[in-house]
């Protein structure tokens, strides 16, 4: 349960980080930013295995870089139903955002593991 806790804080901080880098992106608070964790954590475990199945031949035509865009998709429903979060444009802030996200958090990610041990 702690992991799980600090896994939801570690993503709202790089949402939170991400929204500070990418023009397209705005978060009013941390709370808010806390939320948006929250949603894309249950958009990610719900709609994106649909949509990545439905995406598969796109993708491997594209050899994985559809995925960037599906990612992209996540960004912008999640920034549709929580309140304080929004991404402009799903080309540009979503995509680009879903990339310095996964950088974030995974960076952000490494540097708790490792002060774990």
């Known amino acids: 349960m702690r992991g799980l806790i600090l896994r939801w804080i570690i993503n ?38 649909v949509v990545s199945i439905l995406t598969l031949p796109l993708n491997i035509l594209t050899l994985g870089l559809f995925t960037l865009v599906v990612n992209g998709v996540m960004l912008w429903i999640v920034a549709g139903t929580v309140v304080g979060f929004t991404v402009e444009n799903v080309f540009f802030a979503g995509i680009l955002g879903a990339l310095v996200l996964s950088i974030i958090s995974g960076f952000l990610s490494m540097l708790v593991k490792d002060k774990r041990r």
Request: no cysteine; hydrophobic share 65%; net charge negative.
């Open 12 to 49: 709202g901080l790089a949402i939170y980080i991400t929204a500070q880098i990418i023009e397209g992106i705005v978060i009013e608070s941390f709370i808010a930013s806390l939320f948006a964790a929250l949603v894309l954590g249950l958009v990610n475990a719900v709609i994106r295995p």
